[in-house]
């Protein structure tokens, strides 16, 4: 009888997905994960895409050099340790609900996207990522999260040219998946007049290459002159 109370007692009580500690979860993290995630704020960032700068310096060396199409980006989390677990469950294990950290992160995010006065917001199209068993696009459920946060209208600028079989995380070498990325995007026909900056978000910022072609489709477009680029992690290697 006791050894049954324990074990339901096990099977109920929530566990942090990164550490496994029961104290507190929240998004499936325990406090000190979830502060780790939230409050991500390391000594020097590059201003123009935020990316963390080992030593000391305003701007990375990927800035420096200049050659992304978007104008600038920013993210909350590296795509590692707790961050990777997180978006892992989300994606994977069906956890949308903990796209909320979002709102319950610092509010750094919100005051560097205010700062940047886009006037819309566009998510990247599915089938770039994983078929969804529930049939969501995470990319699309943050961006409207942000367009709320940000009251901004939250738009399908950015459309699937095809629906591809194979996923892109299955190819190989970073060409074969600028070749998927080509393929698989299309910008938009038309643009509302009101709109000449376009905030892209997205879940995880890994080589640049989507976000690239992204921002290049829309500034094909006419009337849209900049493109930033919010995600929720990024690889930081
Ligand atoms: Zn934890
Ligand atoms: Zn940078």
């Known amino acids: 009888m006791r050894y049954n109370h324990l074990m339901l007692e096990l099977i109920i009580k929530p566990r942090c997905v990164h550490c496994k500690s029961q104290k507190d979860i929240r998004f499936g993290l325990c406090p000190d994960c979830l502060e780790e995630l939230t409050n991500y704020s390391p000594p020097f960032r590059c201003r123009n895409c935020g990316l963390t700068i080992r030593g000391e310096g305003t701007i990375c060396q990927r800035c420096l050099e200049g050659t992304d199409l978007f104008d600038q980006a920013f993210f909350l989390f590296p795509y590692e340790k707790e961050g990777r677990t997180l978006i892992h469950n989300i994606k994977f294990r069906d956890r949308l609900e903990w796209l909320g950290i979002l709102k319950s992160a610092d509010i750094a995010w919100r005051l560097v996207l205010g700062n940047w006065h886009p006037d819309a917001v566009a998510w990247i199209p599915s089938s770039l990522h994983t078929k969804w068993s529930r049939g969501y696009n995470v990319s699309r459920e943050l961006a409207l ?38 393929q698989f995007l299309k910008g938009p026909e038309v643009v509302p007049e009101a709109i000449s900056h376009v905030l892209i978000v997205d879940d995880v910022f890994t080589t640049g290459a989507t976000v690239n072609r992204a921002a290049k489709l829309l500034k094909q477009a006419i009337g849209i002159t900049k493109v930033s680029v919010f995600t929720l992690a990024r690889v930081c290697e």
């Open 145 to 182: 999260i942000v367009a709320e946060m940000l009251d901004l209208p939250c738009l399908p600028l950015l459309k699937r040219a095809k629906l591809f079989k194979r996923r892109l995380s299955a190819t190989g070498t970073p060409g074969e998946r600028k070749q998927v990325i080509r």
